[in-house]
């Protein structure tokens, strides 16, 4: 499977800030998925849901998981092969109050930990479908941090295909990380 790409993509994700509704988030985890070339992607299919993943680079694709929460993923590009980057956790550097009403009773350093909980934090909704990440306001990323963090790499969490490739990235050692779960159908 192919994908240097959307995994070169992702790893520089890793320390960036994500701001979305008054609460910003350090990127510590992530999973690359490689759209068309990859069986475990949204976008392996097209459909309506994955018809974002299809366009511009850095838009923001919110997507609801399990009829439960709300996802959301980085589109990477290249247009038409719809690689995308999925946001699986942070850490709140910016309006933790906020994060943590989103998130009651949860420790500060589990408020987006997993990327349902990470969406809620930062307030996302099907609303952010297609923000541009790049825009000066509202839901955007940050710069790229001044140094690059120690990065780690595994299997991707849940997903029945493709299961062995090692494209979840996380910033080693870190505590806001989520558990790998393998996906029992895998």
């Keep these: 499977m192919t994908g240097s790409a959307v995994v070169s993509n992702a790893r520089g994700l890793l320390g960036r800030v994500l701001h979305g509704h008054g609460v910003a988030v350090r990127i510590t985890e992530v999973e690359a998925y490689g759209g068309i070339n990859d069986p475990a992607s949204h976008a392996y299919t097209r459909t309506a849901r994955s018809e974002i993943m299809y366009g511009a680079p850095w838009r923001l694709y919110v997507y609801r ?42 420790k500060d350093v589990a408020l987006a930990r997993g990327p349902g909980n990470l969406a809620r934090a930062l307030g996302l909704s099907l609303d952010d479908l297609g923000t541009d990440l790049l825009g000066s ?12 963090p120690d990065i780690s790499s595994g299997p991707r969490v849940g997903v029945s295909k493709a299961a062995d490739v090692l494209w979840r990235f996380w910033i080693t050692g870190d505590p806001t990380v989520s558990a790998y779960r393998r996906s029992p159908r895998a």
Excluded: K, W
């Excluded at 306001?137 to 690059?148: K, N, Q, S, Y």
């Design 65 to 106: 998981s399990y009829g439960m929460h709300f996802c959301a993923n980085v589109v990477t590009g290249p247009t038409e092969e719809a690689s995308a980057v999925l946001v699986r956790a942070g850490q709140v550097v910016g309006g933790i109050e906020t994060a943590r009403m989103r998130r009651p009773a949860v």
């Design 137 to 148: 306001d509202g839901v955007r990323l940050g710069e790229p941090p001044a140094t690059t």
